[in-house]
T-cell receptor, first 113, second 113 residues
Framework: QKEVEQNSGPLSVPEGAIASLNCTYS??????FFWYRQYSGKSPELIMS????GDKEDGRFTAQLNKASQYVSLLIRDSQPSDSATYLC?????????????FGKGTLLTVNP | NAGVMQNPRHLVRRRGQEARLRCSPM?????VYWYRQLPEEGLKFMVY????????ESGMPKERFSAEFPKEGPSILRIQQVVRGDSAAYFC???????????FGNGTRLTVT
């Protein structure tokens, strides 16, 4: 059973701080990694995708991937109250033509004004 | 380019009735996924389909649940003889190819009374 683990949270940060969200995965062959944001009662929306080791930046968001450690993280700089949501880490299976995406349980982030 | 379309948005069924949930993927997407989300829980993979084929149904309950993605028309998730424990949000997502992110529909909220 391929697993994706996220720090359980909830995570609370003050407005303007950096929020750090972490994720580990069990499938060593995985090549594609995604972060989704989900507001309460809404569907998940894609924030970042990352495929290579290192950092990938998009505005206030930075995704970091370390395949050797089977670890992926998301940093949110200058956190805003509107960033308050559940953040889901997702990992694509590496098995053949089975493009299955496994999600972690999510970390609830609260940004306090 | 329309996104992933799910209907109905809300569905109320009495115990023992059948629920049929529909999903039309994004244009050009041939991979369809169904996920279930219970209140305050993460996304649980149910089934992954391509046109006319079930690729991975490892997350589907063995009884009462079935899914199809016919050559023409939307993907259907069918739940027979619903029970209260089936009450959840059911999300459909679609994918164009490997290394692409999943795009989610708005979900169907099923309530079993």
């Amino acid at each position: 059973q391929k697993e994706v683990e996220q720090n359980s949270g909830p995570l609370s940060v003050p407005e303007g701080a950096i929020a750090s969200l972490n994720c580990t995965y069990s499938d060593r062959g995985s090549q594609s990694f995604f972060w989704y944001r989900q507001y309460s009662g809404k569907s998940p929306e894609l924030i970042m995708s990352i495929y290579s080791n290192g950092d990938k930046e998009d505005g206030r968001f930075t995704a970091q991937l370390n395949k050797a450690s089977q670890y992926v993280s998301l940093l949110i700089r200058d956190s805003q109250p509107s960033d308050s949501a559940t953040y889901l880490c997702a990992v694509m299976d590496s098995g053949g033509s089975n493009y299955k995406l496994t999600f972690g349980k999510g970390t609830l982030l609260t940004v306090n004004p | 380019n329309a996104g992933v379309m799910q209907n109905p948005r809300h569905l109320v069924r009495r115990r023992g009735q059948e629920a049929r949930l529909r999903c039309s993927p994004m244009k050009g997407h041939s991979h369809v996924y169904w996920y279930r989300q219970l209140p305050e829980e993460g996304l649980k993979f149910m089934v992954y389909l391509q046109k006319e084929n079930i690729i991975d149904e490892s997350g589907m309950p063995k009884e009462r649940f079935s899914a199809e993605f016919p050559k023409e028309g939307p993907s259907i998730l069918r739940i027979q003889q619903v029970v209260r424990g089936d009450s959840a949000a059911y999300f459909c997502a679609s994918l164009s190819d490997y290394n692409s992110p999943l795009h989610f529909g708005n979900g169907t909220r099923l309530t079993v009374t």
